[in-house]
């Protein structure tokens, strides 16, 4: 079945520092990848999405490319802020599948200090 | 625009007994997904509603049930609770059954089993 695999947490970083999170995905059909945040006491929220290979997924600094080729869509930011501590999730739902659900990652916690 | 609303925020039970989650869609959406999220994990889709009926189910037992209302409101219910039921239950709304709809989520309720 469609899964993800993200790269393990926590993360700790300084502030403006560059962040990373790896994700990776499995999936028979035509996936589309999508990046959510969850910050403490909150749901998640949609930070960005790509629904085919070469797509770039932007919002509030952060990006993330499609790549079929290595199955990867990997979350970036340039410079973090604070108020960037989250839990972010990779995942993942299949277009032409008729199972509509969301195959989420186990989550990266990010902590930013000042 | 409220957003999706959940309740109650926080629940315990002990083992054995029932509960009920409840949840109101976004305005304008008109399909609740339920999702549960165990203690640093990503969330894991239980089910999905809509025009009343359940149309998608992931892979929990049937002691997880659910409702949804003409109003698309939700609700979910959990039979003879379990030290594992405890996690964080997260429910979702969007606009038709489409994978690529944008999933909106509640802050979700705290379910602890004791």
């Known amino acids: 079945g469609d899964s993800v695999t993200q790269m393990e947490g926590p993360v700790t970083l300084s502030e403006e520092a560059f962040l990373t999170i790896n994700c990776t995905y499995t999936?028979?059909?035509?996936?589309?990848l999508f990046w959510y945040v969850q910050y403490p006491g909150e749901g998640l929220q949609l930070l960005l999405k790509?629904?085919?290979?070469?797509d770039k997924g932007s919002n509030k600094g952060f990006e993330a490319t499609y790549r079929k080729e290595t199955t990867s869509f990997h979350l970036e930011k340039g410079s973090v802020q604070v108020s960037d501590s989250a839990v972010y999730f990779c995942?993942?739902?299949?277009?032409?599948?008729?199972?509509?659900?969301?195959?989420f990652g186990a989550g990266t916690t990010v902590t930013v200090r000042a | 625009d409220a957003g999706v609303t959940q309740s109650p925020t926080h629940l315990i039970k002990t083992r054995g007994q029932q509960v009920t989650l409840r949840c109101s869609p976004k305005?304008?959406?008109?399909?609740v997904s339920w999702y549960q999220q165990a203690l640093g994990q990503g969330p894991q889709f239980i089910f999905q509603?809509?025009?009343?009926?359940?149309?998608q189910r992931g892979n929990f037992p049937d002691r997880f049930s659910g409702h949804q209302f003409p109003n698309y409101s939700s609700e979910l219910n959990v039979n003879a609770l379990l030290l594992g039921d405890s996690a964080l239950y997260l429910c979702?709304?969007?606009?038709?059954?489409?994978?690529?709809?944008?999933?909106?989520f509640g802050n979700g309720t705290r379910l602890t089993v004791t």
């Open positions: 979702a709304s969007s606009l038709g059954v489409a994978s690529e709809s944008p999933l909106h």
């Open positions: 999936a028979t059909g035509y996936p589309s």
């Open positions: 790509a629904t085919k290979a070469d």
């Open positions: 995942a993942l739902s299949d277009l032409f599948s008729t199972d509509y659900k969301l195959s």
């Open positions: 305005s304008g959406h008109d399909t």
């Open positions: 509603y809509y025009e009343e009926e359940e149309r």
